[in-house]
């Protein structure tokens, strides 16, 4: 958390109060982590956008200030007990909020991603013309490396986290511990297809909302799809597929609570 449907979300709030507006101050008392600011004081927003996890402010001067969420990042239009940056613009002031400090910013020159390592190396978007089944049956063939673990990596599909990688898994009836490249071309074809619907209708929903309350849109309304979740944190509750008797279980899975169907999933 977040993963590309809660930032997707936040970019999309954020994005009126954005354009055109020229950042005034951005306060911070953390240089280490929100590194190099000062060069987007002054600057104008020309646009946003998302990568992966990561959101995008595209400014003059040919710069872009990225921001990662981490775990609790997000952003409020009013102030917050977690406050760790304050973003001036004119008129209006943003709060971006991080309770645990996982998060990250960077201000660099636009398409200089040499300290942000993932942003580099992220495969394509899922909802993007990128994304081809080909292209994805491609990536899963190379590796033995365990299906649920390929998609947290970024690289075969980016911006898939753990509640979407539990959520897409069982959609396609795929175990989370089957090993990437074992898998049939019906069972990649299944898998991709559910990728794309599952983040559709999360983005759609506003992202998933949990019972730590961590994420929320920037208006302090929660996200809904957590309401469609059939598999992440419903440990011990009945499998949605229609006939199953099965139950939802949790399993760790590249260090990572993992929730699936053992009936439903095989292995």
Request: charged letters at 25%.
């Amino acid at each position: 958390m977040p993963e590309l449907p809660e930032v997707e979300t936040t970019r999309r709030i954020l994005e009126p109060y954005l354009l055109g507006q020229r950042i005034q101050k951005l306060l911070h008392n953390d240089p280490a982590r929100y590194r190099h600011t000062e060069r987007a004081e002054g600057k104008r927003v020309l646009g946003t956008s998302r990568r992966g996890k990561y959101l995008i402010f595209h400014l003059e001067e040919h710069l872009e200030a990225i921001v990662h969420l981490g775990m609790t990042g997000g952003f409020r239009f009013e102030p917050h007990p977690h406050t760790r940056v304050i973003l001036h613009l004119p008129g209006r002031t943003l709060y971006y909020t991080d309770p645990r400090r996982f998060g990250k910013w960077w201000v660099v020159e636009a398409g200089n991603y040499e300290e942000i390592d993932l942003l580099k190396r992220l495969g394509p978007e899922p909802l993007s013309d990128d994304f081809t089944l080909a292209r994805f049956k491609k990536s899963l063939s190379r590796t033995s490396r365990k299906i649920k673990e390929v998609l947290l990596g970024q690289e075969a599909v980016a911006g898939v986290g753990n509640i979407y990688a539990d959520e897409s898994l069982w959609m396609s009836k795929i175990h989370p511990e089957r090993p990437a490249g074992s898998l049939r071309p019906n069972e990649v074809r299944r898998l991709y297809q559910a990728i794309r619907e599952v983040m559709a209708r999360a983005v759609e929903a506003g992202g998933s909302t949990l019972s730590d309350q961590s994420y929320q849109q920037p208006s302090g309304e929660p996200g809904y799809f957590q309401f469609h979740h059939n598999a992440y944190d419903r440990t011990g509750q009945p499998c949605n597929h229609k006939g199953c008797k099965g139950r939802i279980a949790k399993i760790v899975v590249g260090g990572r609570g993992t929730h699936f169907c053992p009936r439903c999933q095989q292995k």
